[in-house]
């Protein structure tokens, strides 16, 4: 009988089996005969904080997505601390990014693909050689082969690799007088926290959650995710607004990345970041309340009665929608001395009857749920 499966990756199957056995075994016997210095907790904190952010901020807002601009500076601290997280280099990672949004969900075309189940998506796909090498597997990051400090990472990504995973926490562990524990913690241990804190967001941010903005992928949100992704699991509005330099858009959506960005723009590192119009995130949310209502009265026996009254509703929470944001657009677009009392008066009218359409839209679909409930 032959096997079609594709050939094994040894290099990266040996990388994830001999850290995950390691970090599995060796560092909570290690904590039981030796114990650890307080410096390696610390340490590892650090860089696991470095690493990770430097992978949602860095190879994936800023340089996949291009969500904001920022600082050379920052773009090295970034670049450097994703040689850290072992995730290969800025330009492969943003490629099979791009790929992944462009053809999300295609088995064929999607190098994780989350219709290919839950292991493929989460770290089979670089076990073995489902992606052909071919010289045009860059052509959709020609403009971060133009940025020096990418093709810098790029070129000497072993050597990076290196310095950052062995030579660093081992100099640390030298200067506090314990390399092996250092090694462990900030090394192995760190790095197989952000290596399957990554993966999650591949896959079981694909297969667990809800979806408030779209249903024409399988991202999903989910605020558990986001705990240990900085931010990253509020997935299906990523999917849906990808170039938007937040995930969680809500004051109380755990969304470290989206902190770090703005605290970046504060101090003048950062720029141009890129921001979904509130409009259209309401209308993606409404447009999804009333496709989940329909779906809810597609077999009841008055589904006629109930969506006419529905859509009717939903027609009018538009229009006060789109007459609240274009006139909101339009003040923005005034000088300071145009913003007369009657002007704000006016918006604030709006607002207010926009807010008692939308309360009148969420009793009547209470009312049905639970009518059909």
Known sequence: MTDNKPRLILVNSAIFALTFL?????????????????????????????????????????????????????????????AMAMQNSILHWASDHRRHHKHVDDNERDPYSAGRGFWYSHIGWMLREY????????????????????????????????????????????????IL???????????????????????????????????????????????????????????????????????????????????????????????????????????????SSQRLLAEHHSASEWLAKLEEEYERLLAELQRYYGEKQRQLKLHKHELDRSTRARLNELRQTFQQQKRQWQALRAQLHAQVA
């Open 22 to 82: 390691t970090a599995l075994i060796a560092v909570p016997l290690y904590g039981l005969w030796q114990g650890y210095q307080s410096e390696a907790l610390w340490v590892a904190l650090l860089f696991w904080a470095w690493s990770g952010l430097s992978i949602t901020a860095g190879y994936h807002r800023l340089w996949s997505h291009k969500a904001y601009s920022t600082h050379p500076v920052v773009q090295w601290v970034l670049a450097i601390g994703g």
């Open 131 to 178: 992606q052909q090498v071919t010289p045009d597997i860059y052509n959709n990051v020609r403009d971060l082969q133009k940025n020096p400090i990418v093709m810098n990472q790029h070129n000497h990504y072993g050597k990076w690799v290196f310095a950052t995973n062995i030579a660093l926490p081992a100099f640390i562990g030298w200067l506090t007088g314990d």
């Open 181 to 291: 524990g250092m090694l462990l913690l900030a090394g192995v241990l760190r790095l197989v926290l952000v290596h399957h804190g990554t993966f999650f967001i591949n896959s079981l941010a694909h297969i667990w959650g809800s979806q408030p903005y779209s249903d024409k992928h399988s991202s999903r949100d989910n605020g558990f995710i986001a705990l240990a992704t900085f931010g990253e699991g509020y997935h299906n509005f990523h999917h849906t607004f990808e170039y938007d330099y937040r995930n969680g858009i809500r004051w109380w959506h755990f969304d470290p990345t989206k902190w770090l960005i703005r605290g970046l723009a504060k101090l003048g590192l950062a720029k141009d970041l890129r921001r979904v119009p509130t409009e259209r995130i309401e209308s993606a949310r409404l447009a999804m309340q009333l496709q």
